[in-house]
């Protein structure tokens, strides 16, 4: 019993990758990122992105795995990643032109791949 209650593992908790492709899931687009005082940002960066999924009050929500987004920072700057399901996020934008902006846009899953070498093992 001892081994069952264990912390889950990091592929247990792993978003499915297939499961979320199979999903109608749209683009992002500048109407879906209202950003006040800012110029709206270009359509063609916003595509690698799925618009932001808001509740109510305002909260982001994981494509992954559908709780409310909080992120841990990976090592390539501005990168994050769900920390329910791993799922990759981008919270800092450079457009040039612009500020800096910081928004969380987690990535469209069709132009996710599985990473094969760390599938193995
Ligand atoms: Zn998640």
């Known amino acids: 019993m001892g081994r069952e209650s264990r912390r889950p593992r990091r592929e247990d908790r792993a978003f ?3 499961e979320v492709q199979a999903l109608p899931v749209p683009r ?5 990122v209202p950003l006040i005082g800012i110029a709206p940002m270009p359509a063609e960066y916003l595509q690698a992105f799925v618009p932001p999924r808001l509740d109510a ?3 982001s ?3 992954g795995c559908g709780g409310i987004l909080y992120v841990n920072w ?5 990168e994050a990643y769900c920390v329910g ?6 919270l800092f934008h ?3 032109g612009q500020p800096r902006l910081v928004v969380a846009l987690q990535y469209h899953p069709d132009d996710l791949r599985r990473n094969e070498r760390k599938a193995r093992r």
């Open 16 to 18: 499915n990758l297939e």
């Open 28 to 32: 992002c687009r500048p109407e879906d």
């Open 57 to 59: 009050d305002g909260r």
């Open 61 to 63: 929500h994981c494509l």
């Open 74 to 78: 990976t090592m390539v700057h501005g």
């Open 85 to 90: 399901c791993f799922f990759p996020t981008r």
């Open 94 to 96: 450079y457009i040039e």
